[in-house]
């Protein structure tokens, strides 16, 4: 079973920055195009920022300009720069591959508030 290990959360203020980390098994970036999930009380969960094998972003409108999404293949890690952040934005953040093929990490929370 492929483990996705998520970590960088934390509590920010409004107007602030996170980087978030995906620790992913060496041979799955090889494969998959990946994403960023995040899912808030009460909501399901949505596709926030993919990046393909060969590098190509895609944003979620609500996120674009504010997040960039890349991925080191050396280090086995996808990355979610997010700045600018504002109070919609908390939630629990996954990543997975674009198309939701593996297991689901535990996620890491982002709280953004004053």
């Known amino acids: 079973q492929v483990q996705l290990v998520e970590s960088g959360g934390g509590l920010v203020q409004p107007g602030g920055s996170l980087s978030l980390s995906c620790a992913v098994p060496s041979r799955i970036l090889s494969i998959y195009a990946m994403g960023w999930f995040r899912q808030s009380p009460g909501k399901e969960r949505e596709w926030v920022a993919g990046?393909?094998?060969?590098?190509?972003?895609n944003y979620a409108d609500s996120v674009k300009g504010r997040f960039t999404i890349s991925r080191d293949n050396a280090k086995n890690t996808v990355y979610l720069q997010m700045n600018n952040l504002k109070p919609e934005d908390t939630a629990v953040y996954y990543c997975?591959?674009?198309?939701?093929?593996?297991?689901w990490g535990q996620g890491t929370q982002v709280t953004v508030s004053s």
């Open positions: 997975n591959s674009n198309g939701e093929h593996l297991s």
């Open positions: 990046i393909t094998i060969e590098g190509i972003r």
